[in-house]
């Protein structure tokens, strides 16, 4: 054999010893891992049906991305506690049971209902536009005054219960693409301030995360092109026969929105 055949066989032996190693690694990495899935719908995976039926109410869905993270990571433990309608107050009541000093990975939404999403998109789709945008400017303001405080008593939990964890704070997309294909419902101008809205609360929350030290997810990015009005909608719009589910994910939004963003943080 030539001398450069002999290297050229010798790298790719290495090459390849390296990526089995790393492989192994990684694998034993997540192997290794206790994940805890905290949160409100956003997290438990309400709008991407196939609830768990054990979870009842709370409907956690096998397509929610703690689930999807877990079917591919094969964590050593996953506790799912994330509940539909869930606030703030509700994670510290209900949900911190399975963290403890061995909890290596925790995420989390929260925060929407603590600011009104229901009752905000329920006055912008049947009551008038001033009355919504005044909505809209009352929840702004919710956020500013109350809600920092109630991410912090929640952050402030997790810290205790789980000191070593890293926490992935995930936040929400935005709803509409504006100037899309809906030519009924809400006007642009609504729309573009139930996006503000949005985007005002995932700013305020990832200062939250910051200052405790925790990773803020923004999902923003990964649902742009995929908005209600964009004929690609990975969000529910709403829905008359499952009210419940409208203005959430879709599977496709777990899988493509969420899913990514806690595979790039975790």
Known sequence: MKLSRLVAFSSSLLLGAVIALTGATTAS???????????DSYSSGVGSGSYISSSGDCKRSTLAYPSLWAAANSPSSFAFTACSGAITSDVTAKQLGPLNASTDLVSISIGGN???FADVMTTCVLQSEATCLN???TARSFVDTTLPGRLDSVYN????????????????????????SCIVGLSDKVRTAINGAADYLNAATAKRAADHGFSFGDVAAKF???EICSGS????????????????????????????VLNALD
């Open 157 to 180: 939990a997790i810290s205790a219960k789980a000191p070593s964890a890293h926490v992935v704070v995930l936040g929400y997309p935005r709803f509409y693409k504006i100037g899309g």
């Open 114 to 116: 603590d600011a009104g």
């Open 29 to 39: 990495a997540a192997a290794s891992v206790d994940y805890v899935a905290l949160g």
């Open 135 to 137: 909505r809209i400017a």
């Open 233 to 260: 909608a990975w969000l529910h719009s709403l829905n008359l026969l499952n009210i419940g589910e409208s203005y959430h994910p879709l599977a496709a939004g777990q899988s493509g929105g969420y899913l990514p």
């Open 224 to 226: 742009t092109g995929h």
